[in-house]
């Protein structure tokens, strides 16, 4: 069996005063197989978890780290690199009356025209279908579990990131 993907394996489990807390299983997982098999042994160890604990086992969450190729993506941030400065995304959704947004940090300088984001940009129009239509293997979908299926409406904002900001031991220009 090769080991070839780190990952990350939290627990919630809540005690009789409705404390929760998270255990981590740390994993490395085996790229050759399927996420459902992947989910099976996750499940059976959770399953081991729920024996031995008195605690009530609630949300699971798996994370992987993707073996991906990074041939082409920067190698350190631009210059005027700035996350709290964002690129708000509204979508319509598959079911439902609601927007749902998708923020993308340090939205580029360069796609920004007239304090507007520019909607032609091939960088958006590439980012707003690779949201939109489904992957062969997954969907984006909304926190209702329903797909987004439109862009109704692209502004800037801000968030802030006052914690991480206040951890820096020098200013960054």
Known sequence: MAYTDFGHLSIDLTDKLGVTT????YIEVDGTKTINAIVADAT???TAVDSA??????NVTLKLLLPVTRTGWKT?????????????FNFTQAVGPYKFGVDLPSIKDSLIANGKIDLTASAITT???????PFTTFEVVSTAIQAITALTDALITFRKHRKAESRRSIEVP
Do not use: C, F, K, Y
């Open 44 to 46: 059976s160890l959770v």
């Open 22 to 25: 998270s255990m981590p299983v």
């Open 76 to 88: 350190v941030p631009n210059a005027t690199a700035e996350n709290e400065r964002t690129g708000l």
């Open 53 to 58: 604990s008195d605690s009530l086992v609630g």
């Open 127 to 133: 980012l707003i279908n690779n949201l939109t239509v």
